[in-house]
């Protein structure tokens, strides 16, 4: 029996993805080599990235004067490259989540930072509203969707500041505007390939305006120039990328995978919603993430969490423990995740709730 | 037909790593979930993790008091890394390449830069010897194999100061003693595994020394402290290297792995001497690499070079052309590269040579 992944990251990706990666690693586009121990300068990996590159700009409309790159080091590095590269003195940035938390921390060693709000002392279970972005900063950070919480941005803001935004956990979920944003940036391990790669879409004009050098491979001038090969970029994970990009544009792109997103949240939040035995860790419904889901028991069912663990999991859900920090459960349902395994879930919370509900 | 692969890099991998991997794309560890799509907390990755640190602590002997990590971005990012952690005023550089320049290039955002010696006048095609490290500065940096250019420090050498080693292209070809280097680093695109992890075997108490802030990913510590678990590691690239060591272990380890490495390079140096189309690039025998073995075409027979490479080419030889700084050709012979493959190029050679040598 193949397990239900409801990992919350690295997480399911699509099996287009799994097997094309898999044939490539034996035999890549015909050379009788691993795509493992090919060249990246070889004309077909170089084809590979020129297409990703490409589909990355198709499938998001991404406007003209935008580069779109291909790095390693993870989300975690963008956290300082970010004011390495874009704060001359002061930047803004609104703290959602852990994730946040640890962008906002780290662009202090840089200059003056202003938290415009944050949702820290109810363990960040709202998306907060009504703030003011400083005009003076230079950019204003968002994490669009909060993978621990399960809380999400789910429009594209206005903003009169440059605004820089961490999507590692929704991008490709729904069509954006990329033009209201100065850089989007994100680990790929959610929707979009293994870890070890991580994209970043950029405003080009927004670049050279600070005054402090910049290590070369933290400059995303750098990468921009050398078009994502200055060192070699990581292959195995560029490839199923790009996998998963031809994988969105045949189930009908961005606007198609919304709507089965919307789909697969709404079955599973009825369910908790109408289900006594569960309830939403969000307060407010509209900060609601598509996702990932996060419920907890209902008081009086408490003593029962780990049974429910229990019995999901000998169903076959798999990765359906809460973060420590949330706690009870947290279904993710990337992209990839077919209803059927949202379907599955809810079939369990409702044996679960006939057999313990009277 | 199988090509034979001569690339410098990325570049050949044991049969063994290749189908272990794509078995783990397909269905990892039993958990009917692809290697892609796990989370790296789950006790199968985790174990994967810890198994690859144990024997690349194995295979080469490293002592207590030394930490293995595998990270992201290349060892570009670790330019600019180690003086970041290790630089407090001053740092010493031996110039032996292009990586070696860049090396010493990035740490000059950081202090005080001291070239001890430099081939680069004569394209490095020689090892300079007979320099003077300064004792005051923080630590020596030295590239052990230099791809371009075919030059290879084979031995360990004795420093009065912290010694710091660029070994992305030797590592694992020969046993060294770690106790006379204070770091070692390398991307693993060579002897390990496909690119997207370098790994960093550092001495503990060096670190701490200075007083500037660190951005938290550059930070040793940092991933020292969460055992390369700090933020998502690149997964496929780290199962695969941990496939290379038990492959390299099962050959009989690092020693076994040398004397396999000198057979092939004498094997292809000697015909490079005695067949009157060819001569080595490197002008000191005791310089010349094992892992990228450099020749070009001597004078009377210039004009054939592009007449060999179509030769060699037609008989299967992959990736065997000069880098454009060198000309000619380069033959990487890395670990996984079979003997077999080295005759073939030889074979051709000598072909060449009874059709055009009167």
């Known amino acids: 029996m193949k397990v239900h992944n409801f990992?919350?990251?690295?997480?399911?990706?699509?099996?287009?993805?799994?097997?094309?990666?898999?044939?490539?690693?034996?035999?890549?586009?015909?050379?009788?080599?691993?795509?493992?121990?090919?060249?990246?300068?070889?004309?077909?990996?170089?084809a590979v990235m020129d297409e990703a590159i490409a589909m990355f700009k198709e499938l998001l409309s991404i406007p003209e004067g935008y580069s779109v790159l291909f790095l390693g080091g993870g989300a975690s590095t963008q956290f300082c490259m970010i004011p390495y590269n874009l704060m001359a003195k002061k930047s803004a940035y609104l703290n959602t989540g852990a994730w946040a938390n640890k962008a906002q921390k780290e662009a202090k060693l840089f200059g003056e930072v202003v938290e415009v709000a944050s949702s820290k002392e109810t363990v960040y279970n709202y998306i907060p509203k009504g703030y003011v972005v400083?005009?003076?900063?230079?950019?204003?950070?968002?994490?669009?969707?909060?993978?621990?919480?399960?809380?999400?941005?789910?429009?594209d803001m206005d903003c009169d500041i440059p605004l820089v935004a961490d999507m590692?956990?929704?991008?490709?979920?729904?069509?954006?505007?990329?033009?209201?944003?100065?850089?989007?940036?994100?680990?790929?391990?959610?929707?979009?390939?293994?870890?070890g790669v991580t994209f970043v879409i950029v405003k080009n004009e927004i670049l050279g305006k600070v005054d402090r050098q910049i290590p070369t491979m933290l400059n995303y001038q750098t990468h921009i120039d050398g078009e994502s090969m200055f060192n070699t970029p990581p292959v195995v994970p560029v490839f199923?990328?790009?996998q998963t990009l031809k994988w969105i544009k045949e189930q009908g792109g961005v606007s198609a995978i919304q709507k089965m997103n919307e789909e697969k949240a709404a079955l599973l939040y009825n369910e908790i919603d109408s289900n006594p035995m569960f309830k939403g860790t969000v307060i407010n419904k509209e900060d609601r993430s598509l996702m990932n889901i996060c419920f907890v028991m209902n008081d009086e069912y408490k003593e029962l969490e780990k049974d429910f663990y229990e019995f999901a999991t000998s169903k076959g859900?798999?990765?359906?423990?809460?973060?420590?920090?949330?706690?009870?459960?947290?279904a993710s349902t990337y992209n990839a995740?077919?209803?059927?395994?949202?379907?599955?879930?809810?079939?369990?919370?409702?044996?679960?709730?006939?057999?313990h509900v009277k």
Do not use: W
Not at 7 to 31: H, Y
Not at 169 to 177: A, K, L, N, V, Y
Not at 317 to 330: L, N, P, Q, Y
């Open 134 to 155: 400083p005009a003076d900063a230079d950019y204003f950070h968002i994490t669009t969707n909060n993978t621990i919480y399960g809380t999400e941005i789910k429009e």
């Open 7 to 46: 990992s919350a990251g690295p997480s399911i990706l699509p099996d287009f993805t799994v097997e094309k990666t898999a044939e490539a690693i034996k035999n890549f586009a015909g050379t009788t080599l691993s795509l493992m121990e090919v060249s990246h300068r070889s004309k077909e990996f170089v």
């Open 317 to 330: 859900m798999s990765g359906i423990k809460g973060h420590r920090s949330v706690g009870g459960f947290r």
């Open 337 to 355: 995740l077919p209803k059927a395994s949202v379907q599955a879930l809810v079939d369990c919370m409702q044996e679960f709730k006939s057999t």
């Open 240 to 242: 199923a990328a790009l």
């Open 168 to 195: 590692s956990s929704d991008i490709f979920s729904r069509p954006i505007d990329v033009s209201k944003y100065a850089l989007i940036y994100g680990g790929a391990q959610k929707n979009l390939a293994p870890a």
